[in-house]
């Protein structure tokens, strides 16, 4: 169900639809994280690696403490993602809302 989620919302980004992501995303990300700085800097970041080519999963972990967040249930899940530009890992934290696995962390190195 978390690695469905994580896909789904993934896509999304893949295919710039960064608001429509970003309205997916849990509560917590939604009331720490702007909508218009959320598009910005996806837009900004998205256009340096060019258009998305294919994504493998590398990592998966289940948390119920993460630093700098609430007590709640978390999936990480780290992704080998490459790109037109450049290959990267992603990694994408879900965290456990009205049973749903919503979107509360997303990072790229």
């Not at 456990?96 to 962390?105: D, T, Y």
Request: charged share 30%; aromatic share 14%; glycine share 4%.
């Amino acid at each position: 169900m978390a690695r469905t989620s994580s896909l789904s919302w993934l896509t999304l980004q893949d295919e710039y639809k960064y608001a429509q992501g970003y309205d997916e995303t849990s509560k917590y990300f939604r009331d720490n994280v702007k909508k218009g700085e959320w598009i910005s800097s996806l837009n900004n970041l998205r256009r340096t690696l060019g258009d998305f080519k294919k994504r493998k999963e590398r990592y998966i972990a289940y948390e119920t403490k993460l630093s700098n967040s609430p007590e709640a249930e978390y999936i990480i899940i780290r992704y080998e993602t490459l790109f037109k530009e450049k290959t990267i890992i992603e990694t994408v934290v879900l965290m456990k809302e009205n049973n749903n696995w919503k979107v509360s962390g997303y990072y790229l190195k």
